[in-house]
């Protein structure tokens, strides 16, 4: 795949679906990369078993807006359950495709969403079903949190910062931190 976005990646970054927030919602989620610096937050409401109304807010580069927004049309209608099978590989399609050093956007959308769902189990006193993913588009574990003093998050590896896998250039996250 190429460096350049889709068109459908284009459209949906220009004119964003779904953006804004519910304020009695059933859910809400938010996950962020320290790396790269995006930040994703869902909302959803349901009405009976189904997705009613999902929204987003995200603070990020183009794919991640895209990809918060291709996700809020996948989700919308569907039961949790069905919610939950959407996955980054999914999100990614929807668009036509990511350049592959922005494929962690897409993780971030689904881990985003787990992360509401989790905030409505939470509040209806059900166990969480699980943690953003744990394998970055490379097939690297990622480092458990708390893990040494690393920043580096649980669903990508730096690739979108450094170039290069971690594997080959051992912990880069600390030095591809933006400057404060």
Do not use: W
């Amino acid at each position: 795949m190429s460096e350049t976005y889709t068109d459908k990646v284009m459209d949906h970054f220009m004119n964003p679906r779904n953006v804004g927030e519910i304020d009695d919602a059933d859910g809400v989620g938010q996950v962020g990369n320290p790396v790269c610096g995006d930040v994703m937050r869902i909302y959803f409401k349901l009405d009976g078993d189904r997705i009613a109304d999902v929204k987003f807010k995200t603070f990020g580069c183009g794919a991640a807006i895209a990809t918060t927004s291709i996700l809020t049309e996948l989700v919308l209608g569907k039961t949790i359950e069905e919610a939950l099978q959407v996955s980054n590989r999914e999100v990614a399609e929807a668009l036509g495709g990511l350049p592959p050093r922005k494929m962690h956007c897409s993780n971030l959308a689904a881990d985003a969403f787990l992360s509401a769902v989790n905030d409505y189990r939470a509040r209806n006193g059900l166990e969480p079903l699980g943690e953003p993913s744990t394998h970055d588009e490379h097939g690297h574990e990622a480092a458990a949190e708390g893990e040494g003093e690393e920043l580096r998050p649980q669903h990508q590896c730096t690739l979108c910062v450094a170039e290069k896998c971690p594997a080959e250039l051992g912990d880069v996250a600390e030095e591809a931190k933006p400057a404060q």
